[in-house]
């Protein structure tokens, strides 16, 4: 979900920045950030503490972070080609479903005023804090792909419809650990890096996604065609 479909990342980063501030600290940079995305809060939270050094435990730096984050949520956006995406593949029959490392509180924050877009995911949403992934397997673990997929076999079970196997099933990322949860997965990666992400890799992206998906600058960019929808 974050700077996959919507803009969150961007926001996150200026929240960080702003908290790194009152600190003396920062700003946020990219060689850091890189290894925040996708990962669950309370991992993001200690690389955090540990690289910035800062004077706080893991839930002092969630309390202020939250603070910080609570007025920002509203300038969430969709990114370029996301909403036409989804709204395309619902409107086929195409199974959906979204895989998020944020907890369902911040889910909810997040998207509440982009429910014409959520909603085609309908019941099929895993956050970070969904029971059905087991303590410590977030990201990059691929528990959270098999929750999704779960979800959609159970609804197409009750439809008389057989199942979908994770091999058959696209993964769109934005984050390192969430490129490498789907590998582990063995779903095949849509992985649409931030330009700044690249600029960090340096090339690297290609070792890490192997022959195990594509890189894209944008889900404008998404060849439907290339996968038969």
């Known amino acids: 979900m974050d700077g996959t ?8 980063t200026e929240a960080t920045t702003e908290l790194l501030e009152r600190y003396g600290k920062g700003p946020l940079t990219w060689d850091v950030k890189i290894r925040l995305q996708g990962r669950p809060g309370p991992e993001s939270m200690k690389i955090m503490i540990e690289e910035y050094d800062l004077p706080l435990t893991i839930e002092e730096f969630s309390q202020v972070a939250l603070e910080i984050q609570a007025d920002k949520w509203h300038r969430s956006r969709f990114l370029p080609g996301a909403l036409e995406l989804v709204e395309y593949l619902y409107n086929k029959n195409i199974p959906i479903a979204l895989g998020t490392s944020s907890n369902k509180i911040n889910f909810e924050r997040k ?68 490129v490498v949860s789907g590998i582990a997965a063995k779903a095949h990666v849509i992985w649409i890096p931030d330009v700044n992400a690249l600029e960090v890799l340096n090339g690297e992206e290609h070792n890490i996604i192997g022959t195990n998906g594509e890189i894209l600058t944008s889900l404008e960019h998404f060849d439907k065609a290339k996968y038969s929808l």
């Open 111 to 178: 998207t509440k005023h982009l429910d014409h877009g959520f909603k085609y995911f309908t019941h099929h949403i895993v956050t970070g804090d969904d029971p059905r992934i087991p303590t410590g397997r977030g990201k990059p673990n691929p528990d959270i792909w098999f929750a999704c997929l779960d979800s959609i076999n159970a609804h197409r079970k009750l439809q008389g419809l057989d199942e979908i196997l994770i091999e058959e099933c696209l993964v769109f990322e934005d984050g390192i650990p969430g």
């Open 5 to 12: 479909i919507i803009n969150t990342e961007d926001l996150y």
